[in-house]
Nanobody, 119 residues
Framework: QVQLVESGGGLVQAGGSLRLSCTAS????????MAWYRQAPGKRRELVAT???????NYADSVKGRFTISRENAKNTVYLQMNSLKPEDTSVYYC?????????????WGQGTQITVSS
């Protein structure tokens, strides 16, 4: 079993910055693509950013130029640097990873971390 644990959430004023981290742990696994999603109350979960095993990135239009996704493969960790935060960025942020383990490929999710941006 592979677990994803997020950290770094909290309350920040508009224009501020936060950095989220997500680390995968378990045994006999490898990580493929990783991503961050977010879900605001009453809204669908949406993709924020993705990063491949090779480091190629993609972003939602709403966060381009403000958020940066990165990863440390040796630590099985993905980061999300969030700058120039806006109140509309307020959401629960979820880490997601494609995992190879025991001959299977599956998607694993973190428990979510709350980001609140005050105006």
């Amino acid at each position: 079993q592979v677990q994803l644990v997020e950290s770094g959430g909290g309350l920040v004023q508009a224009g501020g910055s936060l950095r989220l981290s997500c680390t995968a742990s378990g045994s006999d696994f490898s990580i493929n693509d990783m991503a961050w999603y977010r879900q605001a109350p009453g809204k669908r979960r949406e993709l924020v950013a993705t990063i491949t095993g090779g480091g190629s990135t993609n972003y939602a239009d709403s966060v381009k130029g403000r958020f940066t996704i990165s990863r440390e493969n040796a630590k099985n960790t993905v980061y999300l640097q969030m700058n120039s935060l806006k109140p509309e960025d307020t959401s629960v942020y979820y880490c997601n990873a494609g995992v190879y383990s025991g001959g299977y490929y599956f998607t694993s999710w973190g428990q979510g971390t709350q980001i609140t941006v005050s105006s």
